[in-house]
């Protein structure tokens, strides 16, 4: 009897303990963007899908995925990303007690909710993120190597080689699990470089964009090193050549107003096309041999010119010669009644 007794609570004891992580297992949070591919332990994540406590959040390598948490606290998961949600201790005045994630690799964004900035932790391999009332991107590499970016608030990072404090919108550190770590200082696009990883920081640069408020927080002059924006050929560049593409039609419209106007000159204007011979009839021409003759030219207006002046000459020469006829008959008719 004793043996079936303890059989029975063997059995029960068993049951209770593979129940109990799916009793523990709460929402803490939902989705409120997916692109792409976005798993979780369940499966495939899509929009309104609830995350838990302890849930492993993965995306592909095109994936993204936005979360908000039950206080309000935001988190987006880039491309290539690994997550798991560690700790989430949850009070009943709308915030939490402890709240703590584990960023194996990937890229993410955070931005506080409600509750106690002291609540918040981020652990990667290189050291631990505290959180100040913050926003900031952060990047975590397959070699553990990880890099984090102010954008508003303060942070704190501790990892073998000591804490480093951003406090300055834009300040960035860079942190290896062996230690070595940079100072505070503002990022800039060379980072990339640093990480070795192009795709690195993908909110920053405007290769992966996000939705809301939460988009709202990027910059730090790192959008330049987007491949779409390297040549920077932006629209107000655009804009200052196209009175110049338009000054050359306005150039060539001056001519083409005078070009008419040259033929409209017949050829007879100009003083070496004046006289050739196939241009005047040739009855124009009796005028020179007429000097010859003793007789004048006749102006172009039709009045008498030299040719009146000659004609009166050779009349009074013709009168002349009449008189003299006179006078010789005269005198011939005087002899003549003389010798008689």
Known sequence: MWGWRSVSVATLCVALNGAWPALAAEPVGQAVVVKTQVTGQSG??????????NERIKTSQSGLGQFVFRDGTKLAVGW??????????????????????????????????????????????AGTIG????????????????????LNGAARFCGPGGCRQLQQRCDCVVAKPNGDM?????????????????????????????????????GCNMASVAP????????????????????PPQRQAEPQKERPNKPDKPHHDKPHHDRPHHDKP????????????????????????????DHRGHERHHDRDRDHDNDRNHDRGHNFNRGR
């Open 44 to 53: 495939p994540i899509e929009v309104d899908t609830r995350v838990h406590r």
């Open 228 to 247: 779409e924006r390297k040549d920077r050929t932006r629209p107000p560049p655009a804009v200052a050549p196209a009175p110049q593409r338009q000054d």
């Open 131 to 150: 959180v100040r009332g913050t926003a900031f991107d952060f990047y975590v590499g397959r070699d553990g190597t990880t890099a984090i970016v102010l």
């Open 182 to 218: 940079s100072a505070a200082r503002r990022v800039d696009p060379s980072i990339l470089a640093t990480l070795g990883n192009q795709r690195a920081l993908p909110f920053l640069s405007g290769n992966q964009r996000l939705a809301g408020g939460i988009g709202m927080l990027g």
């Open 282 to 309: 040739h009855h124009d021409k009796p005028d020179r041999p007429d000097k010859h003759d003793g007789h004048g030219r006749h102006d172009d207006d039709g009045k008498p010119g030299n040719h009146g002046l």
């Open 80 to 125: 290539g990303s690994s997550v798991v949600i560690d700790k989430y201790v949850f009070d009943d005045s709308q915030s939490v007690k402890k709240l703590t994630i584990r960023a194996a690799k990937g890229t993410f964004r955070w931005v506080s909710g409600n509750s106690n900035s002291s609540a918040y932790q981020i652990l990667t391999p």
